[in-house]
């Protein structure tokens, strides 16, 4: 199996934190394209920089989807992704989605935890948007400025720590997911600290790609189409 990683942000160390994950959850023989947003933001934290991500990422699907089986938006919050099932015939994953359907299956209550304040509010929005909003616990986040978005698990490592804690003892959570491609592989190194089951995002979204299938999405009509790239106007059959 042939799997497309986007990354809808700018930064490379991110993407390179993706991809040891996603390449550790990946089952023998599949094989990983990472790619990374040729213009955005260095990571995506506000409604508008989602959608400045989820048009990188279709660009990128236009220029590289090939014969992958399966693409993966490796963003948590999912940036643009109905509309990206509707661009192509194979399965896209979100993040958030896979991470939910993960997390549900561990314990009846869970909580997010995330790299900022700003962010909360989406992710509420989109886990109450998958029908999961009576499930969520809470969400917990950092409230302080990150210097460097792919080192933050080193930088906050005491208060992520001290977030997931809260998060059971005060929250009830039953389940943590820890939330965005930058806090990839945190679960698997502090799962033995925690009283609960965590939840790497990335490994969630690979391991729900090798087995995802098409579902109702279609393709939009063809029509007349101007100032695109010459890659999403042969996505788009103009």
Request: hydrophobic share 45%.
């Amino acid at each position: 199996m042939k799997l497309l990683v986007i990354n809808p942000n700018i930064t490379e160390s991110v993407t390179r934190l993706i991809g040891e994950e996603a390449q550790r959850a990946a089952s023998p023989g599949t094989q990983l394209t990472l790619k990374t947003a040729p213009f955005g933001v260095a990571y995506i934290e506000t409604r508008l920089e989602a959608l400045i991500g989820a048009y990188a990422s279709l660009l990128l699907i236009s220029e590289n989807l090939g014969k992958h089986d399966a693409v993966i938006i490796a963003a948590f919050g999912d940036p643009g992704l109905p509309a990206l099932r509707d661009a192509v015939d194979r399965p896209v994953i979100g993040l958030t989605e896979a991470a939910l359907a993960a997390a549900v299956q561990l314990g009846q209550r869970f909580s997010i935890i995330a790299i900022s304040q700003r962010i909360s509010a989406w992710y509420r929005e989109v886990a109450v948007g998958y029908g999961f909003g009576e499930r969520l616990a809470s969400i917990r986040a950092l409230d302080r400025p990150i210097r460097d978005i792919g080192g933050v698990q080193d930088e906050h490592a005491a208060q992520l720590k001290a977030l997931c804690t809260k998060a059971v003892d005060e929250d009830g959570a039953e389940v943590l997911i820890l939330a965005g491609a930058p806090l990839a592989g945190l679960a698997r190194r502090i799962e033995g600290e925690l009283p609960v089951p965590l939840v790497d995002p990335i490994a969630a979204a690979v391991r729900l790609a090798e087995t995802a299938r098409v579902g109702t999405f279609a393709p939009p009509p063809r029509k007349a189409n101007a100032g695109l790239p010459e890659s999403l106007r042969r996505l788009l059959g103009g």
